[in-house]
């Protein structure tokens, strides 16, 4: 996916029909026997190889832009949305306000934030140019959040905005030093945000994740992600580091299973439409944070990427199974 494929906009095109919600009873008997404090959603929805599964009618990538997420809200199982755009870049109040229009009340949407804010290091990519290696000079900059980040979803979204995923890029060769550091910027981060909104982060440098950096977030009532992501402990052993459920919600992102890479998933699951590779033990480990969410009294959004198995609609339907599943068991 390119930069420009990544900065779609909400294009106005008369040739373009409304796309439509798929409709299957099976789904809606499904979404009515889940828990109350259990949303599952998907990473972004603009996805032409879910037709039939989440979409009929016209499902071009310049109709699922504009009319998309309309139909993607009216999924029974779906009751949240991740929103990945946002990562490269900030996302217009008029595209906000135009998202807005297509959800229901208290459907939640979760905003990745801006990777010039969460980035510490420069990977070593073309897109960086000069910075490529180099430490960011605004990394988890609170001036940057609350100038040009947030006013938008201020005026035009506060009513869908559930918390703000700050993605923490891995941080290669990390030492005591910049451990330390990256703590102390999130501490002042979190100082320093409104509390009309809530915040989360996710990382990908395991040996972030200690007592301190959860200390942090848990004084601050933000909370960590807990995540599928090659390189990261699998879903099993974070639920069970002590203290890990920092905030009065929880956050799962199912995005990429361990050893493998995301341009060689991203070729071998196109166009997103089956399960190629089921991870039962994942599918498990949710049901079990379902239940742990329960008996705390927390709610619990499970944001799937198509990457996790192969088409993420369909892994959100196994997920209700396996969730429904134990409940049953117990």
């Not at 897109?127 to 938008?152: I, Q, S, W």
Request: hydrophobic share 45%; charged share 25%; proline share 9%.
């Amino acid at each position: 996916m390119t930069r420009k494929d990544r900065q779609l906009g909400l294009f106005e095109d008369p040739r373009d029909e409304p796309t439509r919600a798929v409709v299957d009873p099976e789904l809606v008997e499904l979404a009515k026997r889940l828990p109350p404090h259990v949303s599952f959603g998907t990473s972004s929805w603009t996805f032409p190889g879910w037709k039939g599964l989440v979409y009929e009618g016209d499902t071009r990538m310049a109709a699922l832009t504009k009319s998309g997420l309309a139909a993607y809200a009216k999924h029974p199982l779906f009751r949240a949305v991740g929103i990945d755009r946002s990562y490269y870049a900030p996302v217009p109040e008029a595209d906000l306000a135009a998202y807005a229009s297509q959800l229901p009340p208290d459907f939640l949407a979760l905003s990745k934030v801006w990777d010039e804010v969460t980035t510490y290091v420069f990977p070593d990519h073309p897109r960086y140019g000069a910075r490529a290696g180099k430490k960011n000079l605004r990394f988890l900059d609170p001036a940057l959040v609350n100038d040009e980040l947030l006013p938008p979803y201020e005026k035009s979204f506060v009513a869908h905005t559930g918390p703000f995923l700050f993605e923490m890029p891995r941080v290669p060769k990390l030492t005591a030093a910049e451990h330390a550091d990256i703590l102390e910027a999130i501490e002042r981060l979190l100082a320093a945000l409104p509390t009309t909104f809530t915040y989360a982060f996710e990382l990908r440098t395991p040996r972030l994740l200690d007592a301190r950096y959860l200390d942090v977030l848990r004084a601050h009532g933000a909370g960590h992600v807990l995540n599928v992501w090659t390189g990261m402990p699998d879903l099993a052993k974070q639920m069970v580091i002590p203290g890990v459920l920092t905030a009065p919600f929880v956050i799962a992102r199912l995005l990429l299973p361990p050893g493998l890479r995301y341009d060689d998933a991203k070729a071998d699951f196109e166009p997103f439409d089956r399960i190629v590779v089921p991870n039962p033990t994942m599918r498990q480990d949710v049901a079990r944070l379902c239940a742990k969410c329960a008996e705390t009294g927390k709610k619990l959004v499970v944001l799937v990427n198509n990457k996790a198995e192969g088409s993420a609609p369909l892994t959100i339907k196994a997920l209700a199974e396996a969730v429904l599943e134990l409940e049953m068991a117990r």
